[in-house]
């Protein structure tokens, strides 16, 4: 069966590093995405993307936040200069009819 | 009003009990709604569509009414492994953006 994949499973970075999360989505799916949810919050959403652009982003997604998709398979998010607030865990989703999940990136900030 | 609202729970049933979960939406313009299972510190997993019309998958039993804005997910039978944390989730913005409930936990007990 076809899944979402993300790398890191876990990463630790000081406060004011740069990270980079890794997603590569099902193969045929054009709508990808990312969440996030800060351990015993409720799942948020951050950015969808399409057609190799932002479809949408909340507020959360603030300056310091950016998605690309750097070729035909992989989707990131980077986390230009990381607070301690942004611990959480991130999951990158991709959709047809519906979204599925990986198993997400547990961000600490430290 | 909170974008979308569910009963937080948690839900403590017993095996073969009939359980339902309400939700409710705030914006209308809402275009499709979801209903995922998230179990402890892992990825939430889609578990059925909602549909204007009623859905039904096995035990699991889904309901819209769009009139008030309200989804319905029915459990019948319940088993043991159906214990994890409900959310509701509802697209706009042309399926771009997902508003996730903050879930209803539901504890099935032998």
């Known amino acids: 069966e076809p899944e979402v994949t993300q790398t890191p499973s876990h990463q630790v970075t000081q406060m004011g590093q740069e990270v980079i999360l890794r997603c590569v989505p099902i193969?045929?799916?054009?709508?990808f995405y990312w969440y996030r949810q800060i351990l015993g919050q409720k799942v948020e959403f951050l950015v969808s993307f399409y057609n190799n652009e932002i479809s949408e982003k909340s507020e959360i997604f603030d300056d310091q936040f950016s998605v690309e998709r750097p070729d035909g398979s992989n989707f990131t998010l980077k986390i230009r200069s990381t607070k301690l607030e942004d611990s959480a865990m991130y999951f990158c989703a991709s959709s047809g009819t519906g979204a599925f999940f990986g198993q997400g990136t547990r961000l600490t900030v430290v | 009003r909170k974008e979308v609202e569910q009963d937080p729970g948690p839900f403590n049933v017993p095996e073969g009990a009939t359980v339902a979960f309400n939700c409710t939406y705030s914006n209308s313009a809402s275009q499709s709604f979801f209903w995922y299972r998230q179990d402890c510190r892992k990825e939430p997993k889609l578990l059925m569509s909602v549909y204007s019309s009623g859905n039904e998958d096995g035990r699991f039993t889904a309901q819209l009414n769009r009139a008030s804005q309200y989804i319905s997910l029915l459990i019948r039978d319940s088993k043991l492994s159906d214990s994890a944390t409900y959310l509701c989730v509802v697209n706009w913005a042309g399926g771009f953006k997902t508003i996730f409930g903050a879930g209803t936990r539901l504890f099935v007990k032998a």
């Open positions: 193969s045929n799916h054009l709508y």
